[in-house]
């Protein structure tokens, strides 16, 4: 490319344009925008050397580098000469390019800086005027941004607020915003209001600060625009607290003080009423007009603290405030307990000007307070004296005894079946049952004595000075209360309690020791029949003990497999023949030897053991029967399940878990049920009983006839087998009437396709007779008494298990 070539090229361009050869150091063709740059003619950069053009040391150094043929590149701003002498600002670029002959030459662009430096230095200018501006200001001032970042702020500001230099120079503005918050006395409100104000750009106002020092802050606020457009806030601040002085404050407040629900006093140094707020005039029942000029303190009175105007007085004087609890009282002579708080007003020389007088009424704290003694003192529910009060009043009662020598008596009642009636109709019903209970043993009882809620259906009566006659009588009249029908919401029952009784104080010396005792009477009570009353006797404590210890050794026992099973055979009635054996629980007892379960089932079924032993006992049947299949003699094996293992949800998981693990046919297991688990909730029992029978299962109802079986849900229940309980054999051979109901059951069991099995026949007469009678199996003592397995499976294997009576 020529040189003509080259200016045809460059003229397109709007940057200033020189070709110079390195070599020579000289520019070879130029633009016109590099004439008007330089201020020169056009022709006249024809030949011009650029180091006489440059003006920075750094061009200097970057051409005389290109004399030694390296390729070097510069792009930076610098100062380009005028033929005048005088520099312009420029951003240089300057680049290798190669002609077509082959030559290397630098291309030089060139933009003119001037206008953006003259603006950059009016920028400052203006920043600058804009500080001394925030500086000479009489206000604080900060200016923020739209996300509250902190942009600028004057000196005043950092005064005003009395912010650490060290916040300053970190330039954190989550400390100084921390700050600014911890200075105000209302953090939360000052806190509110800066959240509204980010949240509302073109939102404008004007609000009062009150400072940690007492000082009064008026902040103004305003969006800062650009366009028309919020692109930040700005913030003034001006201490206004001298200007509230005096009159000035009592204006300022005229809104708070007239809209006070507390009641307002303000009065001069010597305590003149001044004036006062609605509130005040609501509490006095007079008007603002009468209490003027009244002295304030002559209006209360103090019956706790005789010399409070004196103590007023002396604080005022010292510190200038005071606080305490007055009472005022009204013309129709009712008084009202007030909290008061009295200040002092100074001026700025420290004389006071004014005081006030803050006055809350008391009579809401005081009705709550009440409440709550009341809650903690008495039975939510119904409003009965609870452990507390009871404790308290026993406690006042032992201390009375101590001294004249008289005794005391503590019931203990509880109601019997209560938990049926919370269950089947809620627990709303169940609480209106409870009041009117709580109803009718207030009015068995005298003023002198307690009537106590313990919690559910648990009552304490604290009986003053009974002897055990008197507490037999008030046993007696409760429990009559107790029994009469209930009717609640169209609904008519009938309740019974058990009440144990103790008396202070050869049942105790404390109310714990009494209740306690008390409680265990109700127990014996419970366990015999319910629905009476006993006295504590130490024996039962015993008795207790007893149990407590058969539990744990029960539970011990069963860890270390002191439990074991002995099967009594069942055998058919007419011909002798094994039929089925049943498995029969005993304790191996390493001191006391084989315990029967008439000495430890009763514990077990009351403390809920009888659940874990009860599926022990299915696991090791199941398990001995599956092993006399596999030695060839397999004997169907009859299980007793008691009524909580029974209700248990898994309980026929459990089963089909054991008949699975030990591969035993189903109808080698044969479970034998009580009437009072069937009736208790007849229509889960009849769920339950299908899904073992689908099992394969058989089922026999156990100890027939001493419960209360109704035959309607018998008939429907997928039962085998009816076993006649053994108080009906033991006379069968000489009691007709035992004889004819035996006579009933075996034919009403055959009615309904079911086996009859009579248990305990002890005697040959007894066995004839229900021969005669068409039983179907039997078991007793008459054929053998229950045996180990070891010596069970080996009668099976010589097949000595048959009835040749």
Known sequence: MTPPDWTAFMEHLLEAIWLVDPATQRIVAANTAATRLQQLDPGELHGASVLELSASPEDLLFWQGLRGGERLTLHSETLLRRQDGSTVPVMRRATPVQDPDGRTLYLVAMQDRTLQHQTEQKLEELLAELRATLESTADGILVCDLDGRIRAFNRLFTQLWGIPENLLTQKDDSAIYTWL??????????????????????????????????????????????????????????????????????????????????????????????????????????????????????????????????????????????????????????????????????????????????????????????????LAYTDVLTGLPNRLMLTERVNH???????????????????????????????????????????????????????????????????????????????????????????????????????????????????????????????????RGKGHYRFYRPQMNADLLSRIQLDHAMREGLKRHEFVLHYQPRVCVSTGELRTCEALVRWNHPDKGLVPPGMFITVAEETGFIVRLGQWVLEEGIRQAAAWLRQGTPCQVAVNVSALQFQQAGMVDEVAQALRKHGLPAHLLEIELTESILIRDAEEALSRLKALAELGVHLSLDDFGTG???????????????????????????????????????????????????????????????????????QGFLFSKAVPASAFGEALQRGELNYKG
């Open 181 to 374: 918050a911890s200075q105000v006395a209302e953090a939360i409100d000052y806190q509110r209001k800066i959240g509204e104000l980010l949240r509302a750009p073109m939102l404008e106002a004007t609000d009062v600060l009150i400072m940690q020092t007492g000082r009064i802050i008026e902040r103004v606020s305003r969006p800062q625009l650009a366009r028309g457009r919020p692109i930040g806030r700005v913030y003034v601040f001006r201490d206004i607290t001298e200007r509230t002085a005096a009159e000035a404050q009592l204006k300022l407040a005229a809104k708070v003080f007239e809209s006070s629900l507390d009641a307002i006093f303000i009065t001069d140094p010597a305590f003149g009423i001044l004036a006062c707020n609605p509130a005040a005039e609501q509490m006095t029942h007079a008007p603002a007009e009468r209490l003027r000029g009244w002295s304030a303190p002559d209006l209360f009175h103090s019956p706790t603290l005789p010399r409070w105007r004196e103590d007023l007085t002396e604080r005022l004087q010292h510190t200038g405030f005071w606080e305490g609890e007055i009472w005022y009282r009204r013309p129709d002579q009712s008084a009202i307990a007030l909290q008061a708080s009295w200040v002092v007003l100074k001026d700025p020389q420290g004389h006071p000007l004014n005081t006030i007088l803050f006055v809350k009424d008391l009579s809401e704290k005081l009705a709550a307070q009440q409440r709550i003694e009341q």
């Open 397 to 527: 009662a032992i201390r009375v005894a101590e001294r004249s020598g008289q005794g005391f008596a503590v019931l203990f009642l509880d109601l019997d079946r209560f938990k049926s009636i919370n269950d089947s109709l809620g627990h709303l019903f169940g609480d209106m049952v409870l009041i009117e209970i709580a109803s009718r043993l207030k009015q068995c009882l005298r003023q002198t004595d307690t009537l106590c809620r313990l919690g559910g259906d648990e009552f304490v009566i604290h009986l003053h000075d009974a002897d055990e006659g008197g507490a037999e009588i008030s046993a007696q009249r409760i429990i009559e209360a107790v029994i009469r029908p209930v009717e609640i919401e169209d609904m008519s029952f009938n309740l019974s309690c058990s009440v144990g009784i103790a008396m202070y104080p050869n049942d105790g010396e404390t109310l714990d020791e009494l209740i306690q005792h008390a409680d265990t009477a109700m127990y014996q009570v419970k366990d």
């Open 708 to 778: 209360y079986s109704s035959l309607t849900y018998l008939k429907r229940f997928p039962l085998h087998k009816l076993k006649i309980d053994r108080t009906f054999i033991a006379s069968l051979h000489e009691d007709e009437a035992d004889a004819a109901i035996v006579s009933a059951i075996i034919q009403m069991g055959h009615a309904m396709r079911m086996q009859v099995v009579a248990e305990g026949v002890e005697r040959v007469d007894q066995h004839q007779r229900l021969q005669a009678l068409g039983c179907d199996h039997f």
